[in-house]
Antibody, heavy 121, light 106 residues
Framework: EVQLVESGGGLVQPGRSLRLSCAAS????????MYWVRQGPGKGLEWVSG????????GYADSVKGRFTISRDNAKNSLYLQMNSLRGEDTALYYC??????????????WGQGTLVTVSS | DIQMTQSPSTLSASVGDRVTITCRAS??????LAWYQQKPGKAPKLLIY???TLESGVPSRFSGSGSGTEFTLTISSLQPDDFATYYC????????FGQGTKVEIK
């Protein structure tokens, strides 16, 4: 059974940093691209970042480029999102998501339950 | 960046109705489009990928069509379990989601 378990969310002040983690199990982690998708309170889905199976291709939404860094550790079956210079508009539920392909972009066939990030003073 | 525009934003319908949601891309994405269903408090669920391929286990009343810049999701006969929010997603160039279409009870 595929499982994606996010952690690391919480309340953080504007301008500070936070690191999200996603522990994956139930599939061959290094065979698939992985993504972070967020959903603000009462809002729609927003793709945040994606990483290919071997970290060779990485992409970011314009809204987070230069502030967020995605990475993965295939030996630990884990995905990460380092979030710096956080802003109020980054407040959201952050989902870890598994792609159907090796690539940095693809349809998402599994989602975690999300970890909530709240940016407020 | 590729922008995705869904219409309508909200759709009121009754059980048994045929429902169509449209998604337009700001540039051609070939057939690299997926549709998701999301219910309150839950993660999204993949319904259709590559514009028209039904995900395993998804009822056949769901169908997708289109290519290039214009796509549709059709529910042939709306069931009580189908009241939810639907999102399109392009994955031709990284990923972008549409803003969502809420299907509510009329």
């Amino acid at each position: 059974e595929v499982q994606l378990v996010e952690s690391g969310g919480g309340l953080v002040q504007p301008g500070r940093s936070l690191r999200l983690s996603c522990a994956a199990s139930g599939f061959t982690f290094d065979d698939y691209g992985m993504y972070w998708v967020r959903q603000g309170p009462g809002k729609g889905l927003e793709w945040v970042s994606g990483i290919s199976w071997n970290s060779g291709s990485i992409g970011y939404a314009d809204s987070v480029k230069g502030r967020f860094t995605i990475s993965r550790d295939n030996a630990k079956n884990s995905l990460y999102l380092q979030m710096n210079s956080l802003r109020g508009e980054d407040t959201a539920l952050y989902y870890c998501a598994k792609g159907r392909k090796l690539a940095v972009a693809g349809q998402i066939d599994y989602w975690g339950q999300g970890t909530l990030v709240t940016v407020s003073s | 960046d590729i922008q995705m525009t869904q219409s309508p934003s909200t759709l009121s319908a009754s059980v048994g109705d045929r429902v169509t949601i449209t998604c337009r891309a700001s540039q051609s994405i070939s057939s690299w489009l997926a549709w998701y269903q999301q219910k309150p408090g839950k993660a999204p669920k993949l319904l259709i990928y590559k514009a028209s391929t039904l995900e395993s286990g998804v009822p056949s009343r769901f169908s997708g069509s289109g290519s290039g810049t214009e796509f549709t999701l059709t529910i042939s006969s709306l069931q009580p379990d189908d009241f939810a929010t639907y999102y399109c997603q392009q994955y031709n160039s990284y990923q972008t989601f549409g803003q969502g279409t809420k299907v509510e009870i009329k």
